[in-house]
């Protein structure tokens, strides 16, 4: 099993612009998480989608943040547009009927 | 709601001595309670799991944690720390909210080990 995968690990953009963080979670998993870890506030839940239905998104920070789940094996946060206090590592996590997180190795985001 | 909270910001061992990393949690029902270890630059891993069987819970790489309910604790050890264990720990709490089940997080313990 390859795991939680993410992508891009690393993404350095500049004020303004779009981003997009990628995550595909273990096959068969059926929950699917967003967290931003900051050194500042540590892990915070940004989203979770159950069956790739949005349940709690009280945790994105702003309107300009935004996840979709089209399917099963994929999940996008979008950030648009970005801004210089959005640095963070965020991490994807997936997991079977609730249980055991699996997180994926992170994205890691700066913006100039 | 549940909450954790882990007691030491910093934990500074020697290799080859025991290591505690101290967790007390707060839950209105039998919680279930992980650890997660965090190497640097690194994604979360997994080291063990508490849901309500055995209340000594062994893990990977040697860590183990016990479940105190009447101390309401989950304190995570390992008898002889390795240079390898230096890494940031977090205690986890799962809770219920709607139809899926979240994780709350400690604050992490930052774990050094000494040559």
């Known amino acids: 099993d390859a795991g939680v995968i993410q992508s891009p690990r690393h993404e350095v953009t500049e004020m303004g612009q779009e981003v997009t963080l990628r995550c595909k979670p273990i096959?068969?998993?059926?929950?699917l998480f967003w967290y931003r870890q900051t050194m500042m506030r540590g892990l915070e839940l940004l989203i979770y989608?159950?069956?790739?239905?949005?349940?709690?998104d009280s945790g994105m920070p702003e309107d300009r943040f935004s996840a979709k789940m089209p399917n099963a094996s994929f999940s996008t946060l979008k950030i648009q547009p970005s801004e210089p206090r959005d640095s963070a590592v965020y991490f994807c996590?997936?997991?079977?009927?609730?249980?055991?997180?699996?997180f994926g190795a992170g994205t890691r985001l700066s913006v100039l | 709601a549940q909450s954790v909270t882990q007691l030491d910001s910093h934990v500074s061992v020697s290799e080859g001595t025991p290591v505690l990393l101290r967790c007390n949690y707060s839950s209105s029902y039998s919680p279930s309670l992980f650890w997660y270890v965090q190497h640097p630059n690194k994604g979360l891993q997994l080291l063990l799991k508490?849901?309500?069987?055995?209340?000594l819970v062994k893990g990977i790489n040697g860590f183990e944690a016990e479940f105190k309910k009447s101390e309401t604790s989950f304190h995570l050890t390992k008898p002889s720390a390795h240079m390898s264990d230096a890494a940031e720990y977090f205690c986890?709490?799962?809770?219920?909210?709607?139809?899926?089940?979240?994780?709350?997080f400690g604050s992490g313990t930052q774990l050094t080990v000494l040559p």
């Open positions: 989608f159950n069956n790739n239905v949005p349940i709690d």
């Open positions: 996590a997936s997991s079977l009927q609730g249980n055991i997180q699996y």
């Open positions: 986890v709490v799962l809770g219920s909210s709607g139809s899926a089940r979240q994780l709350t």
């Open positions: 096959s068969g998993h059926n929950s």
């Open positions: 508490y849901t309500s069987a055995a209340t």
